[in-house]
C-alpha cells in the first residue's frame, strides 16, 4: 500500500497540470471530475497494467479496479499535484494483488496457464515478439512483489528512488532486492533461448 505518494518523473505525455481543483472536486463526490481524472489518466493505467503482465487481452478489469481504489483512497492524498505518481503506485498495487490472485487459481486449477495470449503488438517482428513472450514466461516465475520492481524499474525506467517510494520500501532494501533480481532475471535468461543476447544487459545499468 502507498501511504506516502509522490511526484516522480513522469511519463512522457503526462502532466499533471490542473489536476489540484480536480482532485479537490473529486473528493466531495463530483462525477465530472472523476471522469476527467479518468479520461486524462486512462492510457497511464493502461499502459502499466499491459507492461505489468505483458502482451494479451486489456485487462479491463484489473484498470477498472485501479481506479476504483484512487477514487477511494483519494483522501490520502496529500498534495493534489502528486496526483500521477499516486495513480501509479496504486495501480502497482492491484497488478500485484490480481497476480497473486491468480497465481493462486492457477495452483487450484481454476485456469489454465500453459497457453500464452494471442494479442502481440502489431507490426513486431517474429525474434521480438518471441523474446517479450520468452521475458514475461520468464516473470511468470517471479512474486508479485518482484514483478512489480522489475517492470518499474527496467520497463517503465523509473529511476530507484520513485520505485522504493510506490513500492513503501526504503531505498537501501529496494537497492538489495533489485541486485538480487537482476541476478536471478540473467540466470534465468541463459535458458530462454530468445533472451540469452540480452544476458547482463541489466546488470549495466547498476541499481544506482
Not at 39 to 59: I, T
Not at 65 to 77: Q, S, Y
Request: proline share 5%; with cysteine.
Amino acid at each position: 500500500m502507498v501511504h506516502s505518494p509522490i511526484s516522480p518523473r513522469l511519463p512522457s505525455g503526462v502532466s499533471d497540470s490542473g489536476d489540484g481543483p480536480l482532485v479537490c472536486a473529486a473528493r466531495t463526490g463530483d462525477r465530472r471530475a472523476c471522469r476527467a481524472i479518468w479520461e486524462k489518466y486512462a492510457s497511464l493505467v493502461q499502459r502499466m497494467v499491459r507492461r505489468f503482465f505483458g502482451p494479451g487481452p486489456d485487462h479491463l478489469d484489473v484498470c477498472q479496479e485501479a481506479f476504483l481504489r484512487v477514487f477511494k483512497r483519494l483522501d490520502e492524498l496529500r498534495e493534489p499535484a502528486a496526483l500521477p505518481g499516486f495513480i501509479i503506485g496504486v495501480t502497482l498495487g492491484v497488478a500485484r494483488n490480481e497476480a497473486r490472485r491468480r497465481r493462486i487459481r492457477a495452483i487450484v486449477g481454476l485456469t489454465a496457464t500453459d497457453e500464452w495470449p494471442g494479442a502481440i503488438v502489431p507490426g513486431a517482428e517474429d525474434e521480438a515478439r518471441e523474446a517479450v513472450r520468452a521475458l514475461y514466461r520468464l516473470l511468470d516465475g517471479l512474486g508479485a512483489e518482484d514483478r512489480s520492481l522489475f517492470v518499474a524499474r527496467y520497463v517503465e525506467k523509473m529511476e530507484i528512488a520513485d520505485v522504493a517510494a510506490m513500492h513503501g520500501l526504503s531505498l537501501s532494501t529496494v537497492k538489495r532486492r533489485i541486485a538480487r533480481l537482476v541476478l536471478r532475471v540473467d540466470a534465468r535468461m541463459k535458458s530462454e533461448p530468445a533472451l540469452a543476447q540480452y544476458v547482463g544487459v541489466l546488470s549495466q545499468g547498476g541499481t544506482s
